[in-house]
């Protein structure tokens, strides 16, 4: 399996309040994404990275922000966390020189929960 | 959006019966890829396949593409419980992956 970790694995938290989630990898991939999976949705990209401070937006970036200060490193933000973001959040990465034509490489994901 | 649908949205079969799964989608594509995802998992990738192919085959799978007709399909000979999972086919063209919403696959011992 690729070297992809999450954490944490599970949170609760109530509304309002900021959450970030990390995605640690230990393949030194150029690529890292974050998705979302809601039922009835399949997985939905928020943001994805194709470098160090390297970011662009996906399909559902409203609410969400991110950084990558390290290759390694992909952390997700939710400034102030609202309802409709209960979600299960998973991370990818991919590597290669585009992010077109490389299978990508998923985490397990975090089930969060927003109260 | 160049989102794949997946048709059915579940499946169930006989353990050593044959299960098709078929993913359609919008507009042109670098390749598509198929994954599988087990409850309470990660997505793992299954195959790739181009646009300028049409066939490919990894052990008990076989892809096919009609890119005139923009769309694939997945074909999983002699299931066994294990392949229990839900499969998902992702668009690849000028976006990173685009994920329809899966076929949930049930194979029955």
């Known amino acids: 399996d690729a070297g992809i970790t999450q954490s944490p694995r599970h949170k609760v938290t109530e509304t309002g309040t900021p959450v970030t989630l990390r995605c640690h990898q230990t393949?030194?991939?150029?690529?890292m994404y974050w998705y979302r999976q809601d039922p009835g949705h399949g997985l939905r990209l928020i943001h994805y990275?194709?470098?160090?401070?390297?970011?662009d937006k996906g399909e559902v970036s409203d609410g969400y922000s991110v950084s990558r200060s390290k290759t390694e490193d992909f952390l997700l933000t939710l400034e102030s966390a609202t309802s409709s973001q209960t979600s299960v959040y998973f991370c990818?990465?991919?590597?290669?020189?585009?992010?077109?034509?490389?299978?990508?490489?998923f985490g397990d994901g975090t089930r969060l929960s927003i109260l | 959006s160049q989102q794949g649908e997946e048709d059915p949205q579940a499946l169930s079969i006989q353990e050593g019966e044959n299960a098709t799964m078929n993913c359609s989608y919008k507009?042109?594509?670098?390749?598509l890829q198929w994954y599988r995802q087990n409850s309470g998992r990660g997505l793992v990738h299954l195959i790739l396949?181009?646009?300028?192919?049409r066939e490919k085959h990894s052990g008990r799978l076989r892809v096919t593409l009609d890119t005139s007709k923009k769309s694939s399909s997945l074909l999983i000979t002699a299931s066994r419980a294990a392949d229990t999972a839900s499969y998902f086919c992702?668009?690849?063209?000028?976006?990173?992956?685009?994920f329809g919403k899966g076929t949930r696959l049930s194979v029955i011992a």
């Open positions: 507009t042109s594509i670098n390749n």
């Open positions: 990818a990465i991919s590597d290669g020189t585009s992010n077109s034509n490389q299978p990508q490489h």
């Open positions: 990275s194709y470098g160090v401070k390297d970011t």
């Open positions: 393949e030194n991939h150029r690529y």
């Open positions: 396949i181009r646009s300028n192919e």
């Open positions: 992702a668009t690849v063209g000028n976006t990173p992956l685009v």
